[in-house]
């Protein structure tokens, strides 16, 4: 089963090393941690990847590297995410090898379609709900998109963009697999209650059966 809560790391956010706050994560339960590192060079990428690898693979944490497939294969992580100004999913998997998983995002019906055609580990949709944390955010595409997409693969589907620990629950319900989260949970006063938080929820949710229009 697809990890329901996908933590995005982002130093620009995170006050501090990045390693103690993985590894709390990792004992909340996350099993999906993200490196989202925008403004560093290859080399301290690289180097935190590395890092973050080797204290969440033994946990059973997967981290993905966001952008960078070549730093995802040399720094023996779990996969890469890539955006439609990034490699092509499968010029990604070329670099990274086929363990690994590759994600990308999309942001239009036309460019789910395209994916599902990949061989793309998980598709990311979003932005759902306004966000803060890109600079110049894609349009909002709410929770109709993830419906949409949910009923064009059958690939795994992880929902972004400005989720909440009191928006989740719906993200869910639309047939979103996981729920991407950045500043919710990095800037939360307690970022280990606040994964919990999730986790509960998406278990709760996910026991429900489905109905609607996915």
């Known amino acids: 089963m697809f990890p329901a809560l996908y933590a995005i790391l982002d130093p620009s956010i995170i006050p501090g090393p990045l390693g103690p706050f993985a590894e709390a994560l990792a004992q909340a339960g ?7 590192d925008k403004r560093s060079g290859a080399g301290k990428i690289c180097a935190e990847a590395k890092a973050l690898a080797a204290l969440l693979a033994p946990r059973n944490v997967r981290l993905i590297v966001n952008d960078r497939p070549d730093i995802a294969a040399i720094a023996g992580a779990g996969g890469v995410h890539v955006g439609q100004d990034d490699l092509p999913a499968e010029e990604a998997r070329r670099i990274c ?3 690994l998983w590759v994600g990308v995002s999309t942001h239009t019906i036309e460019q789910v379609r395209q994916a599902a055609l990949t061989s793309a580990d998980y598709i990311a949709v979003g932005p759902v709900f306004p966000t803060a944390t890109k600079e110049n955010p894609d349009p909002v595409v709410g929770l109709e998109f993830v419906r949409a ?6 690939k795994p589907i992880v929902a972004i963009g400005g989720i909440t620990v009191e928006r989740v629950a719906e993200v869910y319900r639309a047939g979103a697999d996981s729920a991407a989260v950045i500043r919710d949970l990095l800037s939360a006063a307690d970022p280990v209650s606040r994964a919990r938080e999730y986790l509960a929820i ?3 949710v996910k026991r429900l059966p489905k109905t609607g229009a996915f």
């Open 97 to 99: 090898g086929a363990p």
């Open 30 to 36: 996350v099993q999906l941690v993200q490196l989202r």
């Open 202 to 204: 998406a278990e709760q």
């Open 149 to 154: 997409a949910r009923a064009l693969t059958q």
